[in-house]
């Protein structure tokens, strides 16, 4: 059974960082695509990052290079380090599984940028 559990999310400041985890269980860790993805209030839910199993990386272009996306194998645990953040990154955050034509989605992790 798949499985994806978010954590990490808070309440930081404009400008301070985080770091979000997806622990997964229930496939093969290293043989899928991995992504993250965030929904704001009134807003459809957006593709963050992505992560394919060779371990290359794409960003949505508002990242500007304030994230990066990686995996822990020995945790098969995936990663999204925040920094530099803004308001406008106010968002639930959604990790992501593309499993043989399927998509399995965590429970989200709230993230608000605020002063």
């Known amino acids: 059974q798949v499985q994806l559990v978010e954590s990490g999310g808070g309440l930081v400041q404009p400008g301070e960082s985080l770091r979000l985890s997806c622990a997964t269980s229930?496939?093969?860790?290293?043989?899928?695509?991995l992504a993250w993805y965030r929904q704001a209030p009134g807003k459809q839910r957006e593709l963050v990052a992505r992560?394919?199993?060779?371990?290359?990386?794409k960003y949505a272009e508002f990242v500007e290079g304030r994230f990066t996306i990686f995996r822990s194998s020995v945790k098969t645990t995936l990663h999204l380090q925040m920094n530099s953040l803004k308001p406008e990154d106010t968002a639930v955050y959604y990790c992501k599984a593309e499993i043989e034509s399927n998509d399995y989605w965590g429970r989200g992790t709230q993230v608000t940028v605020s002063s």
């Open positions: 992560i394919t199993s060779l371990g290359d990386a």
């Open positions: 229930g496939f093969i860790f290293g043989a899928y695509v």
